[in-house]
């Protein structure tokens, strides 16, 4: 049992709360992770709050003008009515011709129509919910988005095991995954493997020829009688950077590579449309055995599933967002979204290469998304972070001991030179 979760229980130690308490109730507690650390960086960091995964400008969240201007205009049904089960039908297949477009190999034949959750986290869960049973093997990154621990070991209780996400070289490790699950999940076994990129909280994604290894290295895994579940978490999907970046969704190979390769795709407007509490993600399967038939009964899963749930989601977000896709500004009005986002890596990218001080502070590899990350070496990442954030008014994200996460996409052009400078000198105040 996690140790906070320990101290919530014997908070509610002989209480007739504690008492009740399930299973789950008893494994599950509030990780003193990134929501901790943003929630107090909202209270005082009162020149820049560099933690939470949004994008902002002028210190107000990017909104698309589209999604602005239609809130005042729904119809009441538009506005109120209840959404179906699996979300608005003309947005599942709007959402659906979306993914074709940015995912050229796919064939519509084996996949099914995506399904609307409460965000991409409900997707995971959904994911969680249909495919992986306690005891499966769940393989992600040690360096992941923090919710993962929480779904994968707290609630559905499956043997994690982490990977270094890159290489001693600082390369990104994926043979030696594929040879972990080899060795860990026996014939015939079932291994559930997370990937996410744009990842959190590096800001890596895959190269083309590493996109390419990903697919024969899963395909040689699948070929040695493992039942392999990828989930593709792309949440920060299209957010890319750089020339040589895979810039389509890993779905794209992995869904045809191999028949015991079960490939769902956790995607949603979240980061791709900038709207973050919205709550509209989505849950698309693909597998080569998909007929309608298989289609049909795994929609009928997936209702059941949400019903017991969260029974249907927002109709006002999913109204708008619907709108949204269809317009005819769509698409420039994204790119030019996505542009300010580029323009923010590159001035990151331009202080990295100039700066003289801070160089204690070693970057992880980071070419897209929201996020960069610094190993801090010897220096107490989380002392690090204090630093900033009670004498600087700056807030960043700690991970255990070594790592600091820096959200560069939610800080405005002007102001990233004074930040970076500000980190780097701290940290060379508290190394020497
Ligand atoms: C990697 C990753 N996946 C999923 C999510 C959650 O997305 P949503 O807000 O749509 O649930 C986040 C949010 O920060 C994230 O960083």
Redesign the pocket.
Known sequence: MHPLAQKLNEALHDTLIGICLSDYGKEIYFPEG?VAQATEAGKKAHRYNAT??MAYVDGQPMILPTIQDNLPRLTPMEAVGYAPTAGNPKLRIAWKEGLVRKNPELDERFMSLPAVT???????VLAAELFCAPQDHVFYPEL??D?YDLMFATRFQARVHHFPLFDKKGVLSIEAVADMILNKVPEGGKAILVL?YP??PTGYSPTKQQAVEWERELIRVASQNRHVVVIL?D??FGLCYEDDIYPHSLFNLLYKAHPNILAIK?D????EDYV?GF???FFTVGTTSMTPQIAEALEAKVKGALRASVSSCSQVAQSILYKELTSLVYHGIKKKYMEELKKRYEVVRDLLNRRSAGRKLQELPFNSG?FMCFDTGNLNANTLREKLLNDEGIGTIALGDRYLRVTFASIDVKDLPDLYETIFRTADALSS
């Open positions: 990134i939470v995964g409460s965000g991409i986290t409900g997707a995971m992941s988005w919710n996410n990842q959190n978490d949440a920060y956790c949603g407007a979240t980061k973050w709550r509209v993600g929201y």
